[in-house]
């Protein structure tokens, strides 16, 4: 059974910083993608990043780029987003999701297993 799990979320400073975190089971995690994605409340869920299998390649959204860093390590089959520069628009809950390939993707429809996500708050 996969299961991916989000922590790290909270309540932030609009200029602060967060570290994301995302713990996956039940298949081989270095085979394939990850990615961070997340929902506002009256929005849809939209693309955050992206990570390879290897982490050799990454893909952001505009939004965040520059400001949001992707990163993993295999050997603890875990996956980080580090979040500088917060804005209070960057509010949102955030969801972690691994996908059906190796390759970065950013539709929703290539990712197979979701996190319950994790809610990050920044305050103006």
């Known amino acids: 059974q996969v299961q991916v799990v989000e922590s790290g979320g909270g309540l932030v400073q609009a200029g602060g910083s967060l570290r994301l975190s995302c713990a996956a089971s039940g298949r081989t995690f270095s085979n394939y993608a990850m990615a961070w994605f997340r929902q506002a409340p009256g929005k849809e869920r939209e693309f955050i990043a992206s990570?390879?299998?290897?982490?050799?390649?990454?893909y952001y959204a505009d939004s965040v780029k520059g400001r949001f860093t992707i990163s993993r390590d295999n050997a603890k089959t875990t996956m980080y987003l580090q979040m500088n520069s917060l804005k209070p628009e960057d509010t949102a809950v955030y969801y972690c999701?691994?996908?059906?390939?190796?390759?970065?993707?950013?539709?929703?429809?290539?990712?197979?297993?979701w996190g319950r996500g994790t809610q990050v708050t920044v305050s103006s």
């Open positions: 990570i390879s299998y290897s982490g050799s390649s990454t």
């Open positions: 999701a691994q996908s059906r390939f190796g390759r970065v993707a950013y539709s929703k429809d290539d990712y197979s297993y």
